[in-house]
């Protein structure tokens, strides 16, 4: 329900950054690069887990501190035991990779005063910004050289009839966008920036680890064998195949107790229409 009023709410908005009359109406592209915080993460952001994003964004600048933006964005994130240093973390030998799909609203607010005259904002402006959003995403993992999607197959006994207490996480959630930015006017209608935000999310599971060990066996009952060898991958690195781990036994073992996050980085480029606004062509 509320994603649904939050959803219709975020197009209204949107309809309105586009339709809108506010001096300093500014659309255009944002494009950068993507990561995340999570289980698999292993208390750090790993550089070589960074993959590229992109979004449009919408921006109505409401006065010389505030602006209004709407951020319609694609991300890709990936994590794995393989980057661990503890050994635990090595031999737990999980991985996981996702696209994330965003709608966001946000406000931001500039540190210097932003003037809609040109003349008068060569300058960099530094900003703050903090919002809310709607995103979707659908971890997966490589077995035997194909794609498997994790939420379906309930790795942790999600779904079984022994783990009833155990329910499938959403691949819809709400996160909470907060960062900073700059932004410069380079003529007229065109402005650059450079932003970096954290998605604080509602969620432990965008890496698909977020809670203990189910019995293996249960699991590739319920979902088949792949979703068995999935649920507890410790044995591919023991040379007798046996798993390291047993029914009930942690398998989120991050020592930051906080929901998964996910960053987007990158530069944005923005055309600023004349006062006014877009306008519908007269026939």
């Known amino acids: 329900m509320y994603k649904k009023i939050f959803l219709v709410t975020a197009s209204l908005f949107l309809l309105n950054v586009i339709s809108s009359k506010a001096q300093g109406l ?144 959403s691949l819809t959630q709400f996160c909470f966008p907060i960062g900073f930015g700059v932004k410069k006017k380079i003529s007229k209608r065109l402005s650059l920036g450079f932003e970096i935000g954290v998605r604080y999310t509602r969620t432990n599971y965008l890496d698909d680890v977020g809670g203990t060990y189910a019995d293996y066996i249960v699991v590739a009952r319920s979902s088949g064998a792949a979703a068995g060898a999935l649920a507890d991958r410790s044995g591919e690195l023991t040379s007798d195949k046996s798993n390291l781990f047993k029914d009930g036994d942690k398998r989120s073992n991050k020592s930051i107790d906080i929901n998964d996050m996910y960053l987007m980085g990158g530069f944005t480029i923005t055309y600023i229409f004349p006062n006014g606004g877009i306008k519908c062509p007269r026939f």
């Open 26 to 169: 500014e659309l255009g592209l944002y494009l950068g690069g993507s990561n995340y915080f999570g289980d698999l993460s292993h208390n750090t952001i790993a550089i070589g887990e960074t993959h590229p994003s992109a979004s449009f964004i919408g921006r109505v600048n409401l006065g010389e501190k505030w602006a209004a933006k709407g951020l319609l964005g694609y991300a890709r994130i990936s994590g794995t035991d393989a980057n661990a240093s503890k050994a635990e973390n090595v031999n737990r030998n999980l991985s996981f990779f996702s696209n994330v799909y965003e709608l966001s609203i946000q406000l931001e607010y500039n540190l210097l005063p932003n003037s809609t005259r040109y003349s008068a904002t060569r300058k960099f402006i530094p900003y703050l910004f903090g919002g809310i959003g709607l995103f979707n995403y659908n971890p997966k993992a490589l077995y035997l050289g194909q794609e498997v999607e994790l939420q379906p197959i309930g790795t942790e006994g999600q779904g079984t009839t022994q783990y009833n207490d155990k329910i499938k996480y």
